[in-house]
Protein backbone atom coordinates (compact mmCIF):
# COMPACT_ATOMS: atom_id res chain seq x y z
CA UNK A 1 0.00 0.00 0.00
CA UNK A 2 1.23 3.60 -1.33
CA UNK A 3 2.53 5.43 1.79
CA UNK A 4 3.48 9.01 2.93
CA UNK A 5 3.75 9.87 6.42
CA UNK A 6 5.31 12.72 7.29
CA UNK A 7 7.05 14.33 10.75
CA UNK A 8 8.30 17.47 11.83
CA UNK A 9 7.01 21.07 11.48
CA UNK A 10 5.80 23.09 14.55
CA UNK A 11 6.45 26.71 15.54
CA UNK A 12 9.13 29.29 15.29
CA UNK A 13 10.22 32.18 15.17
CA UNK A 14 10.98 34.55 12.30
CA UNK A 15 14.07 33.80 11.13
CA UNK A 16 14.44 30.20 12.54
CA UNK A 17 14.91 27.29 10.78
CA UNK A 18 12.74 23.83 10.52
CA UNK A 19 13.09 20.46 8.56
CA UNK A 20 10.40 18.43 7.12
CA UNK A 21 10.59 14.75 6.46
CA UNK A 22 8.15 12.64 4.87
CA UNK A 23 8.51 8.49 4.80
CA UNK A 24 7.44 6.86 1.38
CA UNK A 25 6.12 3.40 1.07
CA UNK A 26 4.62 0.89 -0.53
CA UNK A 27 6.12 1.74 -4.35
CA UNK A 28 8.80 3.32 -5.99
CA UNK A 29 8.29 6.90 -6.47
CA UNK A 30 10.19 9.08 -9.31
CA UNK A 31 9.07 12.28 -8.84
CA UNK A 32 9.06 13.57 -5.21
CA UNK A 33 7.75 17.04 -3.75
CA UNK A 34 6.39 19.15 -1.20
CA UNK A 35 3.40 21.87 -0.99
CA UNK A 36 1.69 23.86 0.82
CA UNK A 37 -1.39 25.60 1.83
CA UNK A 38 -2.53 28.69 3.18
CA UNK A 39 -5.90 29.20 5.10
CA UNK A 40 -8.29 30.95 1.57
CA UNK A 41 -5.07 30.14 -0.56
CA UNK A 42 -4.65 27.49 -3.56
CA UNK A 43 -2.23 24.60 -2.33
CA UNK A 44 1.41 25.20 -4.41
CA UNK A 45 4.66 23.85 -4.69
CA UNK A 46 7.42 24.77 -2.97
CA UNK A 47 9.92 22.34 -4.04
CA UNK A 48 10.15 19.18 -6.38
CA UNK A 49 12.61 17.06 -7.71
CA UNK A 50 12.25 14.30 -10.65
CA UNK A 51 13.45 13.86 -13.82
CA UNK A 52 16.75 14.88 -13.15
CA UNK A 53 15.37 18.42 -11.89
CA UNK A 54 14.88 20.03 -8.75
CA UNK A 55 12.09 23.16 -8.61
CA UNK A 56 11.89 25.61 -6.08
CA UNK A 57 9.53 28.50 -6.00
CA UNK A 58 10.67 31.46 -6.28
CA UNK A 59 9.55 32.97 -2.94
CA UNK A 60 11.78 29.88 -1.41
CA UNK A 61 14.84 29.89 -3.12
CA UNK A 62 18.00 30.16 -1.23
CA UNK A 63 16.07 29.11 1.60
CA UNK A 64 14.70 25.56 1.46
CA UNK A 65 16.26 22.83 0.25
CA UNK A 66 14.69 19.61 -1.25
CA UNK A 67 16.73 16.17 -0.75
CA UNK A 68 16.32 12.66 -0.39
CA UNK A 69 17.82 9.86 1.92
CA UNK A 70 20.34 7.84 0.50
CA UNK A 71 17.65 4.64 0.50
CA UNK A 72 15.60 7.11 -1.19
CA UNK A 73 12.77 6.55 0.63
CA UNK A 74 12.95 9.58 3.16
CA UNK A 75 12.02 12.72 1.57
CA UNK A 76 13.21 15.91 3.92
CA UNK A 77 12.45 19.42 3.15
CA UNK A 78 15.22 22.29 5.17
CA UNK A 79 13.36 25.33 5.74
CA UNK A 80 15.76 28.35 6.84
CA UNK A 81 15.17 31.73 7.64
CA UNK A 82 11.38 31.31 7.57
CA UNK A 83 8.91 34.36 7.10
CA UNK A 84 5.62 34.28 8.31
CA UNK A 85 4.67 34.26 4.94
CA UNK A 86 6.07 30.84 4.79
CA UNK A 87 3.29 29.50 7.06
CA UNK A 88 1.27 27.16 6.32
CA UNK A 89 0.30 23.52 6.13
CA UNK A 90 3.06 21.35 4.67
CA UNK A 91 2.08 18.27 2.29
CA UNK A 92 4.52 16.23 0.94
CA UNK A 93 3.67 14.09 -2.34
CA UNK A 94 4.71 11.58 -4.74
CA UNK A 95 4.14 9.58 -8.68
CA UNK A 96 5.79 7.10 -10.38
CA UNK A 97 6.32 9.07 -13.50
CA UNK A 98 9.45 8.45 -14.73
CA UNK A 99 10.02 12.36 -15.99
CA UNK A 100 9.93 15.29 -14.72
CA UNK A 101 6.39 16.49 -12.94
CA UNK A 102 7.05 19.73 -11.88
CA UNK A 103 4.86 22.28 -9.57
CA UNK A 104 1.26 20.98 -11.24
CA UNK A 105 0.24 19.63 -8.07
CA UNK A 106 -2.24 17.17 -9.93
CA UNK A 107 0.94 15.44 -11.18
CA UNK A 108 0.92 13.89 -7.92
CA UNK A 109 -0.91 10.64 -7.44
CA UNK A 110 0.14 10.45 -3.81
CA UNK A 111 0.10 13.26 -0.64
CA UNK A 112 1.26 13.01 2.93
CA UNK A 113 -0.99 13.89 5.74
CA UNK A 114 0.34 17.37 6.33
CA UNK A 115 1.65 19.28 8.92
CA UNK A 116 1.49 22.45 10.11
CA UNK A 117 4.27 24.82 10.16
CA UNK A 118 3.57 28.52 12.09
CA UNK A 119 5.99 31.13 12.08
CA UNK A 120 5.31 33.89 14.42
CA UNK A 121 7.02 36.21 17.47
Known amino acids: QEQLIQSGGGSVQPGGSLTLSCAASGSTYYCLAWFRQAPGKEREAVATLGGGTTYYAESVKGRFTISQSNDLNTLFLQMNSLKPDDAAMYYC??????????????????WGQGTQVTVSS
Open 93 to 110: AAARYHGYCGPNRYNYNY
